[in-house]
């Protein structure tokens, strides 16, 4: 499998992009405390740095993360102390014995494991529902065709320590969306350059709310998390096991 966040681009990304994380953990906790789960192990795949795994933890639930980036990790569990944490990749996962299953971030799009297909979504899916206890939750945004209007687009951010540049590029026709990241992390004195390059598959909304109801979830979508919105070729939602 290629790399995938690797120390500096992981770095950045807890520093700045830690956005999607913090507005959905709320609206997850919100959902199991109306379905009557006090407590119990919620899994957060593509947990990232664990920032949604701290906020469940923190709010009495066990947690375990799973992510493909081993310099992630490495930050989810000095974050979460309490928590469990596994470097694999979501697609071939075991997911165990779960009140809710959290796949934010449109993790469930990339390709850094080249495996990925839309056979394996729905195997995940199943899985998924087969580990939620009744009345259990599954929380995840998707990117869909649409994700990038207009040809390229290039975008720039920077913080206190790093600067990083993305150029984004949609692929109508095959349904993949291609980001260019140029990263600049300040060691010391000088910056450390980094080059990736993330491939996601888009998923049309209709075929991912296809793929959950398969699987037997009951669903809504979301247009954002909390007061979090999401842009064009964005989708999000709230799946449960019917109890």
């Not at 799009?109 to 939620?132: C, G, I, M, P, V």
């Amino acid at each position: 499998m290629p790399p995938a966040y690797r120390n500096d681009l992981a770095y950045i990304h807890d520093a700045g992009f830690g956005h999607f994380a913090r507005e959905a953990a709320p609206v997850l906790l919100d959902a199991l405390k109306r379905g009557g789960f006090e407590h119990g192990l919620v899994v957060d795949l593509g947990c990232g740095s664990g920032i949604l795994s701290r906020i469940v933890s923190e709010a009495g639930y066990d947690v375990l993360g799973i992510d493909i980036s081993a310099a992630m990790i490495e930050l989810a569990q000095r974050r979460v102390p309490r928590g469990q944490f596994r470097t694999e990749s979501l697609l071939t996962a075991h997911i165990p014995p779960c009140v809710a299953v959290a796949a934010v971030g449109e993790c469930l799009n990339y390709l850094f494991d080249e495996s990925h297909s839309s056979s394996k979504l729905t195997a995940l899916f199943r899985r998924t529902y087969q580990a939620l206890e009744p009345g259990g939750l599954f929380l995840g945004d998707v990117a869909a065709p649409g994700r990038a209007k207009g040809g390229a687009q290039k975008s720039y951010w920077e913080g206190e320590d790093w600067v990083v540049l993305v150029t984004i590029q949609e692929d109508r026709r095959r349904k993949v969306l291609t980001r260019e990241i140029t990263s600049f992390r300040r060691l010391g004195d000088h910056y450390r350059r980094d080059h990736e390059i993330h491939h996601q598959r888009l998923l049309p909304r209709v075929e991912l709310t296809q793929k959950l109801r398969t699987a037997g979830f009951r669903l809504r979508t979301l247009g954002g998390y909390g007061g979090l919105r999401f842009g064009p070729g964005h989708t999000g939602f709230l799946a449960r096991k019917p109890v």
